[in-house]
């Protein structure tokens, strides 16, 4: 009954739609594509079955379709229907981690916020509303696309202040530009200010880039982050990172915000403010693999901006790392 196709609509050629949904299982589970040919289907997020609210979800997907407030390139508002439409080729299980989150947990698209593109504020009040219900219902968000400030803070609301591990190219914590506090580069200040984070487990990876400052990173210093710049990465496995992580998050709830950016462009051009000799592929899969076991209570992917995307291949590792964002969620087993 989570199924997009109801059965009065589902005629004989879309009737192979309809079964793949639950696939014998209590849970929903994405579709094979022995079964459904990959480009058939309404595109959600992995295929899954789409419904309106996050009742009865462990975790959901939503996109939160929002370039208001970008610095330079626009095109944000796209990412979360790029991704889904590359995320078809994200299979049921994590070959590599064994991880299989659609044995154990009730997974659906949940759409998106129906944002206001030309009232950034309200935007913000919209987005809060949203995740004030998909988190009072129980429900771990996995969000597509960019969000000035509202997962953070709804996330943050039931549990008290979150720990945040944070992959960026920015630090986002800026104080405001062209006199407005609201935009894509100031999130976490405001989250500082309004109490959200947990400031001594605040971990910044992948941040460089040139400075309007020659102490860029003072601010989140003297709150207490761990700023792990990109040079400190390069060409290392950040898997002894990681375990430092783990210890400094402990047992306590944990937010991981990505931005797409925070990868090197050769990998994700397709993004609004992109930074030269960022991390790779395999340190960001390194990186949230090694979230593993963490106290998870919300993931974003933001900034994929598919104009610049001609490949397809920045909103493909954002939808594969959305997938291993669900991997590691507390209750996912393994087989
Ligand atoms: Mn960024």
């Not at 459904?36 to 899954?48: D, F, I, N, T, Y």
């Not at 008290?160 to 407005?180: I, K, N, Q, S, Y």
């Not at 210093?221 to 375990?243: H, I, T």
Request: some cysteine; hydrophobic content about 35%; glycine content about 10%.
């Amino acid at each position: 009954n989570l199924c997009p196709f109801p059965s009065s609509r589902v005629s004989a050629p879309l009737a192979p739609l309809r079964a793949p949904c639950r696939w014998g299982s209590q849970f929903n589970v994405p579709p094979s594509a022995q079964f459904v040919a990959r480009p058939v289907g309404v595109c959600s997020m992995m295929k899954l079955p789409m419904q309106a609210s996050a009742e009865g979800l462990d975790a959901a997907f939503v996109g939160v379709p929002l370039d208001t407030g970008t610095s330079n390139r626009p095109g944000a508002r796209f990412g979360p229907r790029q991704i889904r439409a590359e995320s078809v080729m994200v299979r049921r299980y994590n070959a590599s981690t064994g991880a299989a989150p659609f044995d154990s947990l009730q997974v659906a698209d949940i759409g998106d916020v129906n944002v206001n593109l030309y009232n950034l504020p309200d935007s913000c009040r919209l987005i809060r509303e949203s995740y004030q219900k998909i988190v009072a219902s129980g429900c771990v968000p996995l969000t597509l696309g960019k969000d000035p400030t509202s997962p953070c803070r709804a996330t943050a609301s039931p549990h008290g202040p979150v720990g945040l591990v944070h992959v960026d190219a920015h630090t986002d914590t800026g104080d405001r530009a062209l006199g407005e506090k609201i935009y894509h580069g100031t999130p976490f200040r405001r989250c500082v200010e309004e109490g959200l984070l947990d400031c001594s487990r605040v971990v910044q990876i992948g941040i460089r880039g040139s400075s309007y400052d020659p102490d860029p990173y003072k601010y989140c210093q003297d709150q207490g982050f761990r700023v792990v710049p990109a040079e400190e990465c390069w060409r290392k496995s950040l898997v002894p990172l990681m375990g430092e992580v783990r210890t400094q998050m402990g047992d306590k709830p944990v937010y991981i915000s990505f931005d797409i950016d925070g990868l090197d462009p050769a990998y994700a051009p397709g993004t609004g403010t992109p930074e030269i000799a960022g991390l790779t592929p395999v340190q960001a899969l390194e990186i949230i693999r090694g979230c593993k076991g963490l106290n998870i209570v919300g993931c974003d992917l933001v900034e994929v901006a598919p104009m610049y995307d001609v490949s397809g291949n920045t909103a493909l590792l954002g939808a594969n790392l959305l997938f291993e964002m669900l991997c590691i969620l507390p209750g996912v087993k393994t087989r």
